[in-house]
């Protein structure tokens, strides 16, 4: 039996999958880490008593997740990878799956230090210290680490029964975010190559498609969905719903390539930024009735509150 969890970290992705036998995973894989705080400071305060908002590495704790096989990180924006540390704190690691390794023994960015930098780059530099000082503090919880080259599709053979295609953004995305993440641990701080590469940073993202028993998933990541508009994709079971149903995640001739059975929006309620937007959440229902949110999203007559720690889907 195939297990997924899309699991409510407030804003952000984490998505744990396990194929079971009986009670025990004979596999399991992160993907995402989701963000370091539960509230951002810049969305509402959580008020309602029922809020069910969890940190991946406390849920992986609280349902006796010990190790993962893999760990995979499909980009490093705050809300995929702010929740890495209590993540490896709770759990060891087989193989980290990535686009990019920082350097050994990489200092501290130090992104709010008197670097004379704009807020954008800032952000980027946070972001990405978020992801590298976890790494040096519980690098030993890690077996192995693979940075992918994001020039071809990369299929894995998980288990027996699962099997997974990693796709990526235009190649020549990768070597350019080694060469802006690389100068800034080298103390390098070019403003306008952060600024100009953190707006690439949703488009750089790694998307997945699982593949079990006849039954597909696609794990959209934050690509928008223009990325998908020129390839050829067959329809799945289950769609994560790239970039928080943002404006730009979806399109008519996206679902109609796919067209999920069930539509999964991992997002925080309550955000300022239309995320998810009333026009994809109408849109994802012309394919699906079946539209679930992972927070406690309330849309007056379009989206009904459901509080729950993670949307939970069992495949046999």
């Known amino acids: 039996m195939l297990v997924l969890d899309f699991i409510n970290v407030g804003n952000g992705d984490s998505i744990l999958v396990r194929e079971m036998e009986g009670d025990r995973p004979c596999f399991s894989m992160l993907v995402d880490c989701g963000h370091d705080s539960l509230v951002r400071d810049d969305h509402p305060p959580v008020e309602a008593a029922r809020s069910s908002r969890i940190y991946a590495g406390d849920f992986l704790q609280k349902h006796g997740v010990e190790h993962l096989d893999i760990l995979l990180i499909t980009h490093f924006h705050r809300d995929h990878i702010g929740g890495l540390a209590r993540v490896l704190q709770a759990v060891t690691v087989g193989e980290l799956v990535t686009t990019y390794i920082p350097p050994a023994g990489a200092a501290p960015l130090d992104p709010d230090g008197d670097n004379g930098l704009p807020k954008a780059a800032r952000n980027v530099l946070r972001c990405l210290d978020f992801y590298a000082q976890p790494l040096e503090a519980y690098g030993g919880r890690i077996g192995h680490r693979t940075e992918l080259a994001g020039d071809r599709m990369e299929r894995r053979q998980l288990t027996e029964a699962l099997s997974m295609d990693i796709l990526f953004g235009e190649p020549a995305l990768y070597p350019r975010q080694k060469a802006v993440y690389d100068a800034a641990f080298r103390g390098e701080r070019n403003g306008y190559d952060l600024i100009h590469w953190g707006k690439s940073m949703n488009v ?106 993670s949307i939970h889907i069992e495949l046999p």
């Open 204 to 309: 750089s993202s790694l998307r997945q498609r699982l593949y079990y028993h006849g039954k597909e998933i696609v794990l959209g990541g934050d690509a928008y969905a223009h990325m998908w508009e020129t390839e050829t994709a067959t329809p799945c079971d289950i769609l994560k719903v790239p970039h928080h149903a943002s404006l730009s995640s979806t399109t008519r001739k996206f679902l109609a390539m796919l067209r999920p059975k069930t539509a999964v929006v991992c997002v925080a309620a309550g955000r300022p930024d239309e995320r998810p937007h009333p026009y994809i959440i109408s849109l994802l229902r012309e394919f699906t009735e079946d539209v679930r949110f992972t927070d406690a999203v309330d849309i007056p007559g379009l989206v009904e509150p459901v509080f729950r720690e």
